[in-house]
């Protein structure tokens, strides 16, 4: 059955957001694209009339994930300034919801193992959230990736360690050394 132009680009969206949940959640190896399909509700073999591969597919998904996370990263900074930001990523919600937190932090293993169109979108992605910083008022480039890399660095060390409070302790310690208290 064929389907409108108009509900192959739902379709397509649908696959990418269930992809960018999966793939941050357990990385692109760990799922399979059988899965994806299935959590939208779609067959495994309409997969390849939207993509051109798993890894095209990867790469949509990282750029949407990322993209989507600098636009909240803005709307939070025209609010509240760069502390929001900090005060927002350094939380248990988002250390506690790898399949909606910022895919840098799941997917930067998978760009580097993988490069190609993973590693230039996770890269794009990057540069975009880090001028969002900039914009926030961390203007100075080196100030602003220095807190990118804090930023994800505290956010995997907080998800790895299995002790809870030590989790906790990371994520307090980061937040006052970047002066934010929450």
């Known amino acids: ?61 990282c750029a949407t994930s990322l993209a989507r996370g600098a636009a909240k990263w803005r709307r939070l900074s025209a609010e509240d300034g760069p502390d929001a930001i900090t005060a927002d990523y350094l939380s248990a919600r988002n250390r506690d919801a790898p399949e909606t937190g910022c895919a840098l932090i799941a997917l930067g293993p998978d760009a580097a193992r993988k490069g190609g169109p993973l590693a230039t979108a996770f890269r794009e992605g990057f540069e975009d959230l880090t ?8 203007a100075d480039r080196d100030a602003a990736l220095a807190r990118m890399a804090q930023l994800v660095g505290t956010m995997v060390l907080a998800r790895a360690v299995d002790d809870p409070a030590l989790s906790e302790e990371l994520l307090a310690a980061n937040r006052r050394a970047l002066g934010v208290e929450a």
Do not use: P, W
């Not at 941050?24 to 509700?41: H, K, L, N, P, T």
């Not at 001028?131 to 961390?138: R, Y």
């Open 1 to 61: 059955m064929k389907v409108s132009r108009e509900q192959a680009e739902r379709n397509r969206e649908k696959v990418v957001d269930a992809a960018s949940r999966l793939f941050r959640a357990r990385g692109v190896e760990g799922v399979g694209i059988g899965e994806v399909m299935r959590e939208c509700g779609l067959t495994h073999g309409g997969f390849y009339n939207q993509f051109e591969s798993k890894e095209a597919l990867a790469a949509e998904a």
């Open 131 to 138: 001028a969002a910083l900039q914009n926030a008022g961390i």
